[in-house]
């Protein structure tokens, strides 16, 4: 009985784990975010969605400062820093890339808790980022 219970515990633990949102960092909650967004955006040439994101998205992450670079070659990149300035963790994906295009290079310093908002605009078949704030 002893072994069934330790079995259980450990499945539903892993099993928490798969949960969405469980065990991502912050630049990947901002590509899902992404994804979500292209899908949004519509079909319609020219059509507009702003994605707004609040960073940190999770207690006790990313708490003072951060900084933001969504890439041309499709890298978003995420520093999180302490009161001083020093960078205390750091995060990157691609994924959103599959989704959303990014034409050119951004790199923004937000404030604690401050609000990335991202513009996306339908461009032919694919969502493209017009804007970072």
Not at 71 to 78: F, H, M, P, S, W
Request: charged share 20%.
């Amino acid at each position: 009985m002893k072994h069934l219970r330790a079995g259980l515990l450990i499945v539903s633990t892993l099993l928490a784990g798969c949960l969405p949102g469980f065990l991502t960092d912050a630049a990947t909650r901002i590509a899902h975010d992404l994804e979500s967004g292209a899908g949004r955006l519509g079909n319609a040439e020219g059509a507009r969605h702003t994605v707004e994101h609040k960073t940190p998205s999770r207690g006790g992450e990313c708490t003072g400062p951060y900084q933001v670079q969504l890439d041309k070659v499709g890298a978003l990149v995420i520093w999180c820093k302490d009161a001083a300035g020093a960078t205390v963790s750091s995060h990157s994906t691609s994924y959103h890339a599959r989704y959303v295009d990014t034409p050119q290079t951004w790199l923004l310093e937000k404030g604690a808790g401050s609000t990335l908002k991202i513009v996306m605009e339908r461009r032919g078949a694919r969502a493209v980022i017009t804007a970072v704030q």
